[in-house]
């Protein structure tokens, strides 16, 4: 499995559409994405989507950075389908897991520290990312 390409499943709930005043608008699929634990809302077709994951969540009113964001999509399924869905949210944290991975590796390789304090915190990041590269390395899967 790649995870560069490997677009998980996900159950996509049929839901019915209201406007304010109450009258029926249509139907849209509601999903719990996967790989940033929103609820995204689609067009009632089956199949491969690009979610609208954003690039930032709000954690105890502060700003954090997501790492689900620009993942490769997912595909909706009836809730109803023969789907391990665990192992797909599974499959989905993987690549988060990954880009949090990456994204650690960046910036570490970014840091000039000067102060012990500085040289401190690179260390501490260092085993951050080894921990992740452990995780993902039991897992099999490439970093
Ligand atoms: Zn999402």
């Known amino acids: 499995m790649n995870l560069d390409t490997y677009t998980p499943k996900t159950q996509a709930f049929l839901v019915d559409v209201h406007y304010s005043n109450g009258k029926l608008a249509g139907q849209s ?3 719990s994405c996967p790989f940033c634990g929103n609820e995204h809302t689609h067009g009632t077709s089956l199949g491969h989507r690009t979610p609208h994951c954003l ?4 954690q ?3 700003l954090k950075i997501s790492d689900a964001h620009k993942n490769p999509g997912y595909e909706l399924c009836e809730p ?3 789907v391990d869905w665990g192992l797909e949210r599974v499959y989905a944290q993987l690549w988060v897991t990954r880009a949090r991975y990456r994204r650690l590796s960046a910036e570490h390789d970014r840091m000039d520290p000067w102060t012990a304090r500085e040289k401190h915190a690179k ?3 260092r085993e951050e990312i080894d921990g992740i590269a452990s995780v993902l390395g039991a897992a ?3 970093l």
Do not use: A, I, W, Y
């Open 123 to 125: 260390k501490k990041l």
């Open 60 to 62: 105890r009113g502060r």
């Open 140 to 142: 099999g899967v490439g």
């Open 29 to 31: 699929r509601v999903v």
């Open 80 to 82: 109803s389908d023969d």
């Open 55 to 58: 690039p930032h969540t709000v």
